[in-house]
């Protein structure tokens, strides 16, 4: 008889996390963190029927504002709930995870430690008392390529363009949920061969343009963020687009850069042809275009933010 089962580990990592609340309630109604911002929007649609995008908040925070909006509605405002909600999130990305894991074929016992280490990570741990939106995004990933796994071995395109949806949801609370859309495009061309490039084209695409309709929509409704909390920079324009750049570069060399220079020494010669190069440029031009529509669809305008006059 195994000491260890699937269903044994998700029990043990459920009523773990009932003790966690026992221990330590997130009963309390005050913010923590930075989530005072999009909190504000929320109690003051309840306190007066007005939505107001805060024009300081700079995530996309649209999906999770939404989940939000309807326990606020239902249950009236509290951080509590707020919390609880983003807590719940949380217990989710780690069975998610522990699902991932064993998917993998991963031994179980590994997996669970594996498990129970991103849950007691700080930063994990820190945040899921918080309902910012960064535990949120990374349910949303986690899911996503688990369903990308499953659709991509299986040859499943419901699973890929539930995996996209995903990715277009956590968009939505994080802008970087994008970049694992970039990381399927990578796969699609060391492996186009091995699918159907027209259901691929519509699991992909249809999320793409579900992602670009929704933001124009969100701008037309003025729904987007309008201002930086910077006061400092004497270009703002031009120095903030140097420094999103920088972070992603430092972002990408942090968790990419052994994986990519593996890649390029088995493939050299592969990644050279003339037909991959061009499918690299077209992927690169597509994402380019998303990411040029987006950007000239935000306004950016200096401010330093206030938070007395806001809550």
């Excluded at 699973?159 to 994008?178: D, N, S, W």
Aim: contains cysteine.
């Amino acid at each position: 008889m195994k000491i260890f089962t699937d269903k044994k580990c998700y029990l043990i990592i459920i009523l773990l996390f009932i003790f966690q609340l026992i221990i330590l309630s997130p009963i309390n109604e005050f913010p923590l963190n930075d989530d005072w911002v999009h909190n504000w929007a929320i109690n003051n649609y309840v306190s007066t029927g007005q939505f107001i995008y805060p024009s300081f908040l700079a995530p996309n925070m649209h999906f999770l504002m939404l989940v939000d909006f309807l326990l606020a509605k239902i249950f009236g405002f509290s951080f509590s709930l707020m919390r609880l909600a983003n807590l719940l999130f949380a217990l989710a990305t780690i069975l998610i995870f522990f699902k991932l894991l064993r998917y993998l074929k991963v031994p179980i016992v590994t997996s669970l430690l594996l498990s129970l280490t991103l849950w007691f990570n700080p930063i994990f741990f820190n945040l899921s008392y918080t309902s910012m939106g960064d535990i949120p995004t990374l349910f949303m990933l986690t899911f996503a390529i688990l369903c990308f796994c499953i659709g991509f071995d299986k040859k499943n395109y419901w699973y890929i363009f539930g995996g996209a949806m995903l990715v277009i949801l956590g968009f939505y609370i994080r802008q970087y949920a994008i970049f694992l859309l970039f990381a399927v495009g990578i796969f699609l061309i060391f492996k186009r061969k091995e699918y159907h490039l027209n259901k691929m084209a519509v699991a992909l695409g249809l999320p793409s343009l579900i992602l670009v309709s929704a933001y124009v929509i969100f701008y037309r409704l003025d729904w987007l963020p309008q201002e930086m909390n910077i006061h400092f920079f004497p270009s703002i324009y031009s120095k903030h687009i140097i420094i999103s750049l920088w972070q992603y570069v430092l972002l990408f060399s942090l968790f990419l850069s052994p994986i990519s220079f593996s890649i390029l020494a088995k493939n050299m010669k592969l990644m050279l042809s003339k037909k991959n190069l061009f499918l690299a440029s077209l992927l690169f031009f597509y994402f380019s275009l998303i990411g040029f529509i987006l950007f000239i669809f935000n306004k950016i305008t200096p401010k330093l933010a206030s938070w007395g006059d806001h809550w």
